[in-house]
């Protein structure tokens, strides 16, 4: 279903499913499997939250949370303390293009992850000397900084995509 972006003034209200996913109720229509994504510029972290859909289709843009009720707002900070969290890359251990993806194998401070790009240039974003956030295809981030001292495999497979 292609949704289009929502101009009106009708504040969603966000809901968690029995299984744990949020969804979002608006207008009359539930949007299952929704997500927030705080927008740019990330200076400015409370105001322009994106609501997507699970395909990555923005419903609504939210200028701040304040017109939500309650309850939304408190799953909506729930949802973006949980997408906030940015795990530091520690290790890359191989980074390989398969179809129209990219999928990064990497060892951070939170675990190991498997990251995946749709497209490769447009998720890595420098943020200042020597650091960079990579986003992945669902939106969450990881930081990668200071590769002069990660090993060998690092920093060869960074300079082949950077």
């Given at each position: 279903?292609?949704?289009?972006?929502?101009?009106?003034?009708?504040?969603?209200?966000?809901?968690?499913?029995?299984?744990?996913?949020?969804?979002?109720?608006?207008?009359?229509?539930?949007?299952?499997?929704?997500?927030?994504?705080?927008?740019?510029?990330?200076?400015?972290?409370?105001?322009?939250?994106?609501?997507?859909?699970?395909?990555?289709?923005?419903?609504?843009?939210?200028?701040?949370?304040i017109?939500?009720?309650?309850?939304?707002?408190?799953?909506?900070?729930?949802?973006?303390?949980?997408?906030?969290?940015?795990?530091q890359?520690?290790?890359?251990?191989?980074?390989?293009?398969?179809?129209?993806?990219?999928?990064?194998?990497?060892?951070?401070?939170?675990?190991?992850?498997?990251?995946?790009?749709?497209?490769?240039?447009?998720?890595?974003?420098?943020?200042?000397?020597?650091?960079?956030?990579?986003?992945?295809?669902?939106?969450?981030?990881?930081?990668?900084?200071?590769?002069?001292?990660?090993?060998?495999?690092?920093?060869?497979?960074?300079?082949?995509?950077?």
């Amino acid at each position: 279903m292609s949704h289009s972006v929502n101009m009106t003034l009708t504040a969603p209200r966000l809901i968690r499913s029995a299984d744990g996913t949020l969804q979002a109720r608006m207008d009359g229509y539930l949007y299952e499997q929704v997500k927030l994504v705080r927008a740019f510029p990330f200076s400015i972290p409370d105001n322009f939250i994106s609501l997507r859909t699970a395909d990555n289709q923005e419903i609504l843009l939210l200028r701040d949370l304040i017109g939500l009720d309650d309850n939304s707002r408190q799953l909506a900070n729930e949802e973006l303390q949980r997408r906030h969290i940015i795990p530091q890359i520690m290790r890359i251990i191989s980074i390989f293009n398969q179809s129209s993806q990219w999928f990064w194998n990497v060892d951070t401070d939170c675990g190991p992850v498997v990251i995946i790009m749709d497209n490769l240039h447009e998720n890595i974003h420098p943020i200042a000397d020597g650091r960079w956030i990579l986003t992945d295809a669902e939106g969450f981030r990881f930081e990668l900084s200071n590769v002069a001292a990660m090993d060998d495999t690092s920093r060869l497979l960074w300079q082949k995509v950077n």
